[in-house]
Structures are given as structure tokens and as C-alpha cells.
């Protein structure tokens, strides 16, 4: 079964509007987690890695203050999309990877299908 | 030129047939994933290796480190095999992964 669980799996909305995203490691604790935004046919792109309590480490050309991400615990992590515009719509999908051990697979969610009219 | 890069872009095959991906890379890595990509957009992970070959049940994956390649092999292929499929470098300076463009694989019964 899933070990990571993402919330919602599909949001429609006007724009403008900031949307929440979650990311649960189900049976797991999570030190880091990641964020990824894939558009159609493109492969996953690097967004930001979650560091539980501290700030987020964006990829360039990733605005900060746009896509907000808070990790307050070891097993959620959330992404806000704030003011979002068309032009934000996309696939997003969060990977985690158990606390302390390098050498394990990331496990991802089912990603989020953000469409913004 | 990709850090990570597969082949072929696009596959397809009939029910039964033997399957290979293949992917080459150009960083350092400490591991190497496979992930299968379904038409919903769930990502799983199939296999991630640092160095041989690792098998579960008809799915096969091996990796030459010398040489930066590795490969995904699907025996007996069926059409709920029908999926993207994606290499995904862990480098060893951190721990991002680099993906590659990823394979359609379409299996026809």
C-alpha cells in the first residue's frame, strides 16, 4: 500500500485563489521531503526540498514566497500555492524519504492535479 | 546534453514480448531508481540499485558502474505494463534525484 500520502489528488479553482497541498509519510518519519512539479510529457522537476523544521531549500528559479512549504512535522509537509495564476497549473507530486537512512528508496505520492481557470 | 538520459523516448510492444529500457548518466551517483509513472501520475518505486542486478518477478534491473548504464527488463510483458518508466540518479553530492525524459511503454495485448 501507499507509504506516502498526498492530498487533495485533483483541485479546479478560480484565480487567485491559494491552494494547500499535503504530503503524509503514512508509516514513516520524514526528515526530508520533496516537491516536484511535472508538465504533460516532461519528466519531474525539483521544486524545493522540505527540511522539518526549518525553511524549505528552493531550486532556482522557484519563487519562494510563491509556493509556500511548511514541514512542522516528521511525517507531513505542506505546499501552498499562493495567488495562483493559469500559469500554475500543473502536476505536482512530493516524495519522502525515511529519517536517517540514506541508502532507502524515496516513496512518492500520488501528486496533485492543480487546474486554475 | 541530459545528466540522465533514456532510451527509447517511446515503446511499443505485444503482450509476451521481452522488454528493455535503457539508461545512461553522466553524474556521480550513489544509487540508481527505476520508477514506473501510471497514466493517473502515481509514481512507484521499482527498484533503486548502487550496484549488480536486483530482480522482482518479471521485472529485471541491472547497473554497470564503470560504465554509467543501466538497464530495465520486463519479461513476459503484459499490457498493464503499459506505463512511463524513469531513471532517476541519486547523486552523491546530495540527495536529489536527477530524472530522466522517461519511457511510454505501451503494451498491446
Known amino acids: 500500500g501507499a507509504v506516502v500520502s498526498q492530498h487533495p489528488s485533483r483541485v479546479i479553482c478560480k484565480s487567485g485563489t491559494s491552494v494547500k497541498i499535503e504530503c503524509r509519510s503514512l508509516?514513516?518519519?520524514?526528515?526530508?521531503m520533496f516537491w516536484y512539479r511535472q508538465f504533460p510529457k516532461q519528466s519531474l522537476m525539483l521544486m524545493a526540498t522540505?527540511?522539518?523544521?526549518?525553511?524549505?531549500?528552493?531550486e532556482q528559479g522557484v519563487e519562494k514566497d510563491k509556493f509556500l512549504i511548511n514541514h512542522a512535522s516528521l511525517t507531513l509537509s505542506t505546499l501552498t500555492v499562493t495567488s495562483a495564476h493559469p500559469e500554475d497549473s500543473s502536476f505536482y507530486i512530493c516524495?519522502?524519504?525515511?529519517?536517517?537512512?540514506?541508502?532507502?528508496?524515496?516513496?512518492f505520492g500520488d501528486g496533485t492535479r492543480l487546474s486554475i481557470l | 546534453k541530459n545528466e540522465v538520459e533514456q532510451s527509447p523516448q517511446n515503446l511499443t510492444a505485444q503482450e509476451g514480448e521481452f522488454i528493455t529500457i535503457n539508461c545512461s548518466y553522466s553524474?556521480?551517483?550513489?544509487?540508481l531508481h527505476w520508477l514506473q509513472q501510471h497514466p493517473g501520475g502515481g509514481i512507484v518505486s521499482l527498484f533503486m540499485l548502487s550496484s549488480g542486478k536486483k530482480k522482482h518477478g518479471r521485472l529485471i534491473a541491472t547497473i554497470n558502474i564503470q560504465e554509467k548504464h543501466s538497464s530495465l527488463h520486463i519479461t513476459a510483458s503484459h499490457p498493464r505494463d503499459s506505463a512511463v518508466y524513469i531513471c532517476a540518479a541519486l547523486e552523491t553530492s546530495g540527495s536529489r534525484l536527477t530524472f530522466g525524459e522517461g519511457t511510454q511503454l505501451t503494451v498491446n495485448p
Open positions: 553524474v556521480g551517483i550513489s544509487a
Open positions: 522540505s527540511n522539518e523544521g526549518s525553511k524549505a531549500t528552493y
Open positions: 516524495s519522502a524519504r525515511r529519517w536517517a537512512v540514506s541508502n532507502q528508496p524515496q516513496h
Open positions: 508509516d514513516f518519519q520524514a526528515t526530508t
